[in-house]
């Protein structure tokens, strides 16, 4: 089974950028849609953006769209997360996770990672 591992959080100033990293063992990774997530604790877990297994489609929330970039590099079982314009909406913890379609439901998603923590101060 496939293992997802984030990283790339951090504290940032509004208007910065990040790049967060999603990082897979296991089985074959070039094979899953990816998908990035986010939660906060008065929240419930927002779909952020997804990327199919070769790279062709994509999909960003509307709350994201033209600030950030989802991309894969499959030779480096990776999956980014570009993060620009950043705004202190963008506070979340963020997850990357596996799934077999194209799609934001969670039950798609059967590898979720532990999650990387984005602060975004005003």
């Known amino acids: 089974q496939v293992r997802l591992v984030e990283s790339g959080g951090g504290l940032v100033q509004a208007g910065s950028s990040l790049r967060l990293s999603c990082v897979a063992s296991?089985?074959?990774?070039?094979?899953?849609?990816i998908g990035w997530f986010r939660q906060t604790p008065v929240k419930e877990r927002e779909p952020v953006a997804r990327?199919?297994?070769?790279?062709?489609?994509?999909y960003y929330a509307d709350s994201v769209r033209g600030r950030f970039t989802i991309s894969r590099d499959n030779a480096k079982n990776t999956v980014y997360l570009q993060m620009d314009s950043l705004q202190s909406e963008d506070t979340a913890v963020y997850y990357c996770?596996?799934?077999?379609?194209?799609?934001?439901?969670?039950?798609?998603?059967?590898?979720w990672g532990q999650g990387t923590q984005v602060t975004v101060s005003s």
């Open positions: 990327i199919d297994w070769n790279g062709e489609r994509t």
């Open positions: 296991g089985e074959s990774f070039s094979s899953y849609v």
């Open positions: 996770a596996a799934g077999g379609g194209f799609t934001a439901q969670y039950s798609n998603y059967r590898v």
